[in-house]
């Protein structure tokens, strides 16, 4: 049997330091992880990311408490960061399970000899890389994975288990993609030719910038001609759909299920929340945000907050959206409407 993975053990106060924390309380308990409120042990650390959970602190177990702000009510020891979302991150990355890191190249992996790889790569097992790949420097390229021809993937970048990479795409440094994510598959383009649908070549490839992550069953086509660009820091959620020649600004959050379209460009910093959508050809402007299940079947200003989606048959969804762009002006007649339907019902002579 293989070994379990490691965890780190540390005093209370030496997470504290580690931290950049203030310490309020006993800092020599022994500290084996992060949990939540609820469900952590006597040697484990919670959090507090809002007042309202203040009241679950006396129910607790845990041997201290995340804080951005001491708490003179508190019996707890006191962890106090500067930013609660930073000092939870830290935390949690200082207790993560060290896993055994891959090595070198596995002898299982399939490498051809025209390539450009750094000695520090390390390549797992059943790997597949085609000729004219390039990869930087400290990349990992987990089992299974298959890379096409003269496709390039900068340094520090990870490609999990059975990623698949096409031909002539580009990834950049310091960028995630979670399992079984495609990079660069043929995107949905057809022509009704002849009594039947014929397959639209898509010769172009796919751009993904520095520090994108992207997770697990995702998949980013290719370009028809040109490239689908996934702008630097941009992070992408599981089960997502990015379609041929879609352009992705920077910095941008698209979250489970968002499915974009053919060709649509969108700003930097824009929010798809879960399941949302944009139809092709669309702009999104910079910091849009769609909320969960929205679909943006026209351009949508910067800044612009959308929310909102009822799927019914054409003619009546037509008619109902005709109606809804209405509806300050109907709001106001009905209301003028009501002052003389009251005038009349009260008049002495009937």
Known sequence: ?????????????????????????DGTKPVTGINTIQDAGRCEVCFLTSPKHAKALSRTK?????????????SLAQVVVDNINCGLIAALELFAPKLQALKGIHPTAVVDPDTDIDPT????????????????AHSVIGPGCSIGENSVIGSHTRLDSHVVVYHHCRI???????????????????????????????????????????????CIDRAKFGNTVIGAGTKIDNLVQVAHNVQ?????????HVGIAGSTQIGNGVIFAGAAGSADNLHIGDGAILGAQTAATKDVPAGQVMLGNI????????????????????????????????????????
Do not use: W
């Not at 059943?126 to 004219?132: C, D, L, R, S, Y």
């Not at 994510?181 to 070549?201: A, E, K, V, W």
């Open 1 to 25: 049997m293989g070994q379990s993975p490691q965890t780190n053990t540390m005093l209370l106060c030496e997470l504290a330091e580690k931290l950049g924390a203030q310490l309020i309380g």
């Open 62 to 74: 845990a041997a201290a408490v995340i804080v951005d702000k001491a708490m003179d009510s508190c």
């Open 121 to 136: 790569v390390a390549i797992g097992p059943g790997v597949t890389i085609a000729p004219g790949v390039k990869i930087g």
């Open 172 to 218: 950049g440094n310091f960028c995630i993609i979670q399992a079984n994510s495609t990079i660069g598959s043929t995107g949905f383009g057809y022509s009704f030719i002849d009594g039947q649908h014929r397959l639209i070549p898509h010769n172009g490839g796919v751009i993904i910038e520095d520090s994108v992550e992207i997770g697990a069953n995702s």
């Open 248 to 256: 992705i600004g920077k910095r941008c959050l698209l979250a489970g």
């Open 311 to 350: 799927p019914q048959e054409l003619k009546r969804e037509l008619r109902c959206v005709s109606i809804y762009q209405r509806l300050p002006e109907l709001a106001k007649e009905i209301k003028e409407l009501t002052k003389k339907v009251k005038k009349f019902e009260t008049a002495k002579d009937d």
